[in-house]
C-alpha cells in the first residue's frame, strides 16, 4: 500500500507552489493594496471582484462565497481533487519529490488518480501526433497548414499533430506508456465498436488545452479527400476534463496578454486563432465545436478582470456572410454577461483572419480588431440596412423588427440607450423609439396609477390638497451604492459632508444638473440650501444639520450612509484627489451633454437645415473642448 505523504514533503509543495502564481492560471488579479491580490471568483458568477489572495500568508478567500483556505484548498477547489491527488498535482508541476510515511522517494510513483492519468494520457497523445507530423503520411496535412501561411515553427508553438490512418496506432502506443484501456476511452482518445481503436485518424490535429497548458483534448480536421465516413471536424467528446462550453482554444497562450491589455478577441476557428497570434493579435481565442455561451463568457471574464470599475473590450470576429451574421445576433443576446464593453470586427469582404492574413499579412489582421465597431450597433445596422429607410413603410417595418431585438434585452438599464441609436439609425424622434419598444416587449406606457396602493396615495394627496394641506413631493429612492452609473456622484458627495473644508470653493462650478440619480440631487440641493460646503467648514455637525432639512427619509438615509461610508483613499483627501472627482462630475455632465447634442445632430439633414446643423456643429465643438479642459484639470490635478 502507498505510503501517506510525509509532513514536510506536504510543506514542501505549500512553499514552492505559491498561490498567487496558481491561482493566476485561473483568475486574473491586480493588486489590491496591503500585499494582497484580488480578482473575480472562480467559484461563483460576480461581477464585482471580491475573492482575494494574500501571496505572503499564502492563502485565499471570497467574501463573496466564503470559499478560502491554501494553495492546495485551491487545486482541491477548482478541480475536484482529494487532498492527495491535489499535493501530487502540484509536486509534479513544481518538481517537489514526494516522500511517503515509508520513508521511500518514489522515482517511478504513477501519475495519481483519474484526472491526472487522463491528463498525462492526453500529454503522451500529443506528443505522438507532433511526431506524426513529420511522416510521410502526413505530407498532405503539411501542405494544408503551408498553404494557410503555418511554418514549421507554427506548428510547434501551437502543437499541431497529425493522426495516422491505422485504426489503433495510438491505442498500441499508449498501451506501451502503461495506459490502460479503460483510461483511454475515458479521456476520449479511443471509442470502441466491435473493439477499441482510435478515435481519430488521418486527421490535422490541434491540441486544446485548459489556462494551464495541459492537454485535456483535440479538434480535428479531415484531410483526404477519400475520408467522408465522418464529419470534417471533430472534436474530443465530453470527458471528466473536457467540457466543450467551458474551453476556449488558445486560451494558455492568450491569457497573460488578455490580462495585460483588458482585451479579447473571440474568433470562429483554430486557424484563426494562430493567424491571429502570429499577426500581433494575442488575445485571440475561439470555441471548439460549439458557439460562444454563457460558460464562455464566464471564464473569459475571469482573464479579463472585468467588473463595474474595470471594464475591458470582447471583440469578437465574424464572416460577413448570413451564418456570421446569425452568430452575432447570438452574441448579442449574450452581452449582458460582460461588464466590458462587446464589439465587432468584421472583413467588408467577408474573409476570416487566416484568410485575410494569407491575402493581405499581418498588418491587415490587427487593422481589421482596430475597425471593430460596437456589437449592438452592428447587430441593429444589419437589421434596419434590410429595409428602404426612404420610404414611410419601410421605416416602420425596420423600427418593429428593431424594437423586438432591443426589447429582448436582459440587462434593462441598456434599453434606453439602445432605443437612443436606434432612433438616430432610422431617422425617427426618440419617444417614437422608445414607444416601439414598450409595445414589443408587451409593457405599456408607465400609467398615473399602477397599482393600488399607489391609487390610495394618490386619492389622499388629491385631498389634501382640496383642503389646503400642502402635498409634499415625490419620494426618492436610496442609491444602490454599488451601481457603476452613479460611483462619482457618490464619492463627491461624501468629499462634500465628510472633507467640506477640502472641497471648498471647487464646488462652485457644481450644480444640481451633475447629479443624474434624484437622491444625490436632492442632497446636493440641500447642500446649497445651507450656503454650500463652505458653510460647513469647521462645523462637526455639519451632516446632522443637512440631515434634520431633510423631508424625504430616501434622502436622510443617503446623508447618513454618505456621511460614514469612507472614501477611497487611504489617507487623508488631498487637493488632486478632490480636484480629480470634481473635476471628473464636471466632465460626465458634459459628455451626457456631447451624447445629447450629436443624437440632435445625426437626426437633423444638413442640406435642409444648414444653419441648424452648423449651429450644433459649432455647439459640440465648444462642448469637447470644454470636456478636454475639463480632464485635463483632472488628470493634471
Known amino acids: 500500500m502507498v505510503g501517506r505523504i510525509k509532513d514536510e514533503s506536504i510543506a514542501e509543495v505549500r512553499e514552492k507552489a505559491r498561490i498567487d502564481d496558481v491561482v493566476s492560471s485561473y483568475v486574473t488579479l491586480r493588486n489590491a493594496g496591503g500585499?494582497?491580490?484580488?480578482?473575480?471568483?472562480?467559484?461563483?458568477?460576480?461581477?464585482?471582484?471580491?475573492?482575494?489572495?494574500?501571496?505572503?500568508?499564502?492563502?485565499?478567500?471570497?467574501?463573496?462565497?466564503?470559499?478560502?483556505?491554501?494553495?492546495?484548498?485551491?487545486?482541491?477547489?477548482?478541480?475536484?481533487?482529494?487532498?492527495?491527488?491535489?499535493?501530487?498535482?502540484?509536486?509534479?508541476?513544481?518538481?517537489?519529490?514526494?516522500?511517503?510515511?515509508?520513508?521511500?522517494?518514489?522515482?517511478?510513483?504513477?501519475?495519481?488518480?483519474?484526472?491526472?492519468?487522463?491528463?498525462?494520457?492526453?500529454?503522451?497523445?500529443?506528443?505522438?501526433?507532433?511526431?506524426?507530423?513529420?511522416?510521410?503520411e502526413a505530407q498532405l496535412a503539411r501542405q494544408f497548414l503551408v498553404e494557410r501561411g503555418f511554418d514549421q515553427g507554427a506548428a510547434e508553438t501551437f502543437g499541431i499533430g497529425f493522426a495516422p490512418s491505422d485504426g489503433d496506432a495510438l491505442l498500441k502506443h499508449l498501451r506501451q506508456k502503461a495506459f490502460t484501456d479503460e483510461e483511454t476511452i475515458a479521456a476520449g482518445l479511443v471509442a470502441v465498436g466491435r473493439s477499441a481503436y482510435d478515435r481519430f485518424r488521418g486527421r490535422l490535429l490541434w491540441p486544446?488545452?485548459?489556462?494551464?497548458?495541459?492537454?485535456?483534448?483535440?479538434?480535428?480536421?479531415?484531410?483526404?479527400?477519400?475520408?467522408?465516413?465522418?464529419?470534417?471536424?471533430?472534436?474530443?467528446?465530453?470527458?471528466?476534463?473536457?467540457?466543450?462550453?467551458?474551453?476556449?482554444?488558445?486560451?494558455?497562450?492568450?491569457?497573460?496578454?488578455?490580462?495585460?491589455?483588458?482585451?479579447?478577441?473571440?474568433?470562429?476557428?483554430?486557424?484563426?486563432?494562430?493567424?491571429?497570434?502570429?499577426?500581433?493579435?494575442?488575445?485571440?481565442?475561439?470555441?471548439?465545436?460549439?458557439?460562444?455561451?454563457?460558460?464562455?463568457?464566464?471564464?473569459?471574464?475571469?482573464?479579463l478582470h472585468d467588473h463595474e470599475e474595470f471594464r475591458g473590450e470582447v471583440i469578437f470576429t465574424f464572416d460577413g456572410d448570413a451564418a456570421g451574421q446569425k452568430a452575432a445576433l447570438r452574441a448579442f443576446g449574450g452581452d449582458q454577461n460582460f461588464v466590458s464593453q462587446t464589439y465587432v470586427a468584421v472583413e467588408p469582404t467577408g474573409m476570416d483572419p487566416c484568410d485575410l492574413r494569407i491575402k493581405s499579412g499581418d498588418a491587415a489582421v490587427r487593422e481589421l480588431v482596430a475597425r471593430r465597431v460596437p456589437l449592438y450597433r452592428f447587430v441593429l445596422s444589419n437589421v434596419v440596412g434590410k429595409y428602404d429607410l426612404d420610404r414611410a413603410d419601410g421605416r416602420v417595418d425596420a423600427l418593429r423588427e428593431a424594437a423586438k431585438?432591443?426589447?429582448?434585452?436582459?440587462?434593462?438599464?441598456?434599453?434606453?440607450?439602445?432605443?437612443?441609436?436606434?432612433?438616430?439609425?432610422?431617422?425617427?424622434?426618440m419617444e417614437e423609439a422608445r414607444s416601439e419598444v414598450r409595445r414589443a416587449a408587451n409593457r405599456p406606457a408607465p400609467s398615473p396609477r399602477p397599482d393600488h396602493r399607489a391609487d390610495q396615495r394618490a386619492e389622499q394627496r388629491a385631498a389634501e390638497a382640496a383642503s389646503g394641506a400642502p402635498q409634499p413631493p415625490p419620494r426618492a429612492?436610496?442609491?444602490?451604492?454599488?451601481?457603476?452609473?452613479?460611483?462619482?456622484?457618490?464619492?463627491?458627495?461624501?468629499?462634500?459632508?465628510?472633507?467640506?473644508?477640502?472641497?471648498?470653493?471647487?464646488?462652485?462650478?457644481?450644480?444640481?444638473?451633475?447629479?443624474?440619480?434624484?437622491?444625490?440631487?436632492?442632497?446636493?440641493?440641500?447642500?446649497?440650501?445651507?450656503?454650500?460646503?463652505?458653510?460647513?467648514?469647521?462645523?462637526?455637525?455639519?451632516?446632522?444639520?443637512?440631515?434634520?432639512?431633510?423631508?424625504?427619509?430616501?434622502?436622510?438615509?443617503a446623508i447618513s450612509a454618505l456621511s460614514v461610508e469612507p472614501v477611497r483613499t487611504a489617507?487623508?483627501?488631498?487637493?488632486?484627489?478632490?480636484?480629480?472627482?470634481?473635476?471628473?462630475?464636471?466632465?460626465?455632465?458634459?459628455?451626457?451633454?456631447?451624447?445629447?447634442?450629436?443624437?440632435?445632430?445625426?437626426?437633423?439633414?444638413?442640406?435642409?437645415?444648414?444653419?441648424?446643423?452648423?449651429?450644433m456643429f459649432g455647439e459640440l465643438a465648444a462642448l469637447e473642448q470644454h470636456r478636454r479642459t475639463l480632464r485635463d484639470r483632472s488628470v493634471g490635478a
Not at 497562450?253 to 483588458?262: F, G, K, M, Q, T
Not at 431585438?405 to 424622434?429: C, H, N, T, Y
Not at 444625490?520 to 432639512?549: I, K, Q
Open 35 to 136: 500585499g494582497s491580490q484580488k480578482g473575480l471568483c472562480p467559484f461563483h458568477d460576480e461581477k464585482s471582484p471580491s475573492f482575494h489572495v494574500t501571496p505572503a500568508r499564502g492563502f485565499y478567500h471570497c467574501f463573496g462565497c466564503q470559499a478560502g483556505g491554501d494553495v492546495i484548498n485551491f487545486v482541491m477547489q477548482i478541480d475536484g481533487l482529494t487532498f492527495a491527488e491535489s499535493v501530487e498535482r502540484l509536486a509534479d508541476k513544481y518538481g517537489v519529490q514526494l516522500r511517503r510515511e515509508e520513508g521511500d522517494i518514489r522515482h517511478d510513483r504513477p501519475k495519481g488518480p483519474a484526472r491526472q492519468r487522463l491528463i498525462e494520457a492526453h500529454r503522451v497523445a500529443q506528443e505522438f501526433y507532433a511526431d506524426a507530423l513529420a511522416g510521410p
Open 208 to 303: 486544446i488545452r485548459d489556462s494551464s497548458g495541459d492537454t485535456i483534448g483535440f479538434g480535428a480536421r479531415r484531410i483526404f479527400d477519400d475520408d467522408r465516413i465522418e464529419a470534417k471536424y471533430l472534436n474530443t467528446p465530453e470527458t471528466a476534463i473536457y467540457k466543450k462550453s467551458q474551453v476556449l482554444y488558445g486560451i494558455d497562450l492568450a491569457r497573460r496578454e488578455i490580462a495585460r491589455s483588458s482585451q479579447a478577441v473571440v474568433v470562429e476557428g483554430y486557424t484563426d486563432v494562430m493567424a491571429c497570434h502570429l499577426a500581433g493579435v494575442g488575445t485571440a481565442v475561439a470555441t471548439c465545436g460549439t458557439a460562444f455561451g454563457d460558460d464562455h463568457s464566464r471564464v473569459l471574464r475571469r482573464f
Open 405 to 429: 431585438l432591443v426589447s429582448s434585452i436582459r440587462d434593462k438599464s441598456k434599453v434606453d440607450a439602445f432605443s437612443r441609436e436606434l432612433a438616430g439609425m432610422i431617422g425617427i424622434d
Open 477 to 557: 429612492q436610496v442609491p444602490d451604492p454599488r451601481d457603476p452609473r452613479f460611483s462619482m456622484e457618490r464619492e463627491t458627495l461624501k468629499l462634500v459632508l465628510q472633507h467640506p473644508i477640502a472641497i471648498g470653493r471647487l464646488t462652485s462650478e457644481m450644480g444640481a444638473n451633475d447629479f443624474t440619480h434624484p437622491t444625490y440631487r436632492a442632497v446636493w440641493e440641500l447642500v446649497e440650501a445651507a450656503g454650500g460646503p463652505v458653510a460647513g467648514a469647521g462645523d462637526p455637525g455639519w451632516a446632522t444639520s443637512l440631515r434634520a432639512t431633510a423631508a424625504d427619509p430616501a434622502v436622510s438615509s
Open 571 to 615: 489617507k487623508e483627501p488631498d487637493a488632486g484627489y478632490v480636484a480629480m472627482h470634481v473635476f471628473r462630475l464636471l466632465e460626465l455632465t458634459a459628455m451626457r451633454r456631447i451624447a445629447d447634442v450629436k443624437s440632435r445632430l445625426q437626426r437633423t439633414n444638413p442640406v435642409e437645415n444648414a444653419a441648424e446643423y452648423n449651429r
